[in-house]
């Protein structure tokens, strides 16, 4: 049967990887993680990758075009029918999202598009938000800017420091990514300009956190 093969970009510890891993192996979505490539040699990331037996590859991203060349060799051998930034912190070139337009995501941890960049969770405290979240998206060529698939909105506390909001946030993250990979598999994302719409049909809502607001199609 055909499985839906998934190439993960990621710089940090990996968790959203590892969010994904478990939906996969939990048969939540039709999908395996095919391989992990890393920018950062020291990636728990590629631990955890090598931790679940999926092949794990660190690739210099000094020399950006060497970098999204191993990218696109690595993905590709394996056929790769999806990319995901699960936080992978690179800008890809536009001629690399123009080849992957359509089958590359990202997560970010704000409601884009207020808080892009390398600190939504940080920014939007610091900004003095009341309600914050997160988002996944298709990747354009500008940065946290391509259409919007999921988003969901979370509640800055009294006494949140930036670890505290930024757990609270990543909780959700670890639920739209998959979802959003999971809507993918099923061909229920089409993309019209700007907007994503979401097919009709099942729902992950019985895994929906308390006080947490989801958009359609979670
Ligand atoms: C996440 O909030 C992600 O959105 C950001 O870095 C945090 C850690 O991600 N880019 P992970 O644990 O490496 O998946």
Not at 184 to 194: C, P, V
């Amino acid at each position: 049967m055909f499985m839906l093969k998934v190439g993960v970009l990621a710089s940090g510890s990996g968790t959203n990887l590892q969010a994904i891993i478990d939906a996969c192996n939990e048969g939540k979505i039709n999908a395996e993680v095919a391989a992990v490539i890393s920018d950062n040699r020291n990636a728990f990331a590629l631990e955890r990758a090598r931790e679940h037996g999926i092949e794990s590859f660190f690739s210099d991203a000094s020399d950006k075009r060497r970098h999204e060349e191993e990218i696109d060799r690595i993905f590709g051998e394996r056929d790769v029918g999806l990319i995901v930034g699960a936080g992978y912190m690179r800008i890809l070139s536009p001629q690399f999202v123009k080849k992957w337009y359509g089958r590359i995501i990202n997560i970010h941890p704000a409601l884009l598009p207020s808080f892009k960049g390398t600190d939504g969770q940080g920014d939007a405290l610091r900004y003095g938000v009341k309600i914050t979240g997160c988002t996944t998206h298709f990747i354009d060529e500008e940065t946290d800017h391509g259409p919007i698939i999921l988003q969901a909105a979370v509640r800055v506390k009294d006494g949140d420091d930036r670890d505290s909001l930024a757990a609270r946030i990543l909780k959700v993250e670890h639920q739209i990514l998959p979802r959003s990979i999971d809507l993918f598999e099923q061909g229920r994302l089409e993309i019209h300009g700007r907007k994503v719409r979401i097919l009709p049909g099942d729902s992950w809502m019985e895994y929906a956190l308390p006080d947490v607001l989801y958009s359609e199609g979670f």
